[in-house]
């Protein structure tokens, strides 16, 4: 099993910064991607951004340029650091990791959520 644990949601005003964290434990073989989901009210939830162990990031296009994520492999712990953020980005972020098992078999884990609010 994988354990995760995220840190650094608030509550922030329209235009500001939040910088999230999640961090992996327990009997990790290799991870093959790291990142974070969001779930907005009235919306399912939604990719936002993950990044490989060979730091290959993608976004959703939302992103704007306005979030990069971040990754490092030595403290299995991803990064997403959150600029110009508007009350559109308000939800629940989820970070997730897709995880090969010694063996082959593959596993997705989700984070319990992190809030994120941003104010007008």
């Known amino acids: 099993q994988v354990q995760l644990v995220e840190s650094g949601g608030g509550l922030v005003q329209a235009g500001g910064s939040l910088r999230l964290s999640c961090a992996a434990s327990?009997?990790?073989?290799?991870?093959?991607?790291m990142g974070w989901y969001r779930q907005v009210p009235g919306k399912q939830r939604e990719l936002v951004a993950h990044?490989?162990?060979?730091?290959?990031?993608k976004y959703a296009d939302f992103v704007k340029g306005r979030f990069t994520i971040s990754g490092d492999n030595a403290k299995n712990t991803v990064y997403l650091q959150m600029n110009s953020l508007e009350p559109e980005d308000t939800g629940v972020y989820y970070c997730n990791v897709d995880h090969t098992h010694w063996g082959g078999r593959r596993s997705d884990y989700w984070g319990q959520g992190t809030q994120v609010t941003v104010s007008s």
């Open positions: 327990g009997s990790i073989f290799f991870i093959n991607f």
């Open positions: 990044i490989t162990s060979g730091g290959s990031a």
